[in-house]
């Protein structure tokens, strides 16, 4: 199946859509894959940069601490963190 990219002139109507693909699946149960799947688009380099922050967001989550991704930097407990400050940090992850 291949992507469709849509560009929102309002930010409510983004987030129509993705709740209601949210609900759609929780109707349809967690063990069924739905065909519809919502997601942001970024640039490689925000991508790449994502992809180095996700482990740290999992051991995050893992050990019970409040945590998200916003774009490219990462929150654990209201703290901001980028790729290089992360590992500065000493926050490991196994």
């Known amino acids: 199946m291949r992507p469709i990219v ?3 002139n309002r930010y409510p109507d983004k987030l129509s859509v993705q709740q209601k693909c949210l ?7 967690e ?5 519809i799947r919502v997601s942001e688009q970024f640039p ?13 967001l999992v051991k995050a989550k893992q050990d019970v ?3 998200h991704l916003s ?10 963190y980028t790729v290089q400050s992360v590992a500065q940090s000493g926050y490991t992850v196994e």
């Open 65 to 67: 601490k409040m945590a």
């Open 31 to 35: 063990n069924q894959r739905s065909q």
């Open 6 to 8: 849509v560009k929102f």
């Open 44 to 56: 490689k380099v925000i991508q790449d940069k994502r992809k180095q922050l996700i482990p740290y």
């Open 23 to 29: 609900d759609s699946q929780k109707a349809n149960g």
């Open 71 to 80: 774009y490219d930097k990462l929150y654990i407990n209201n703290r901001r």
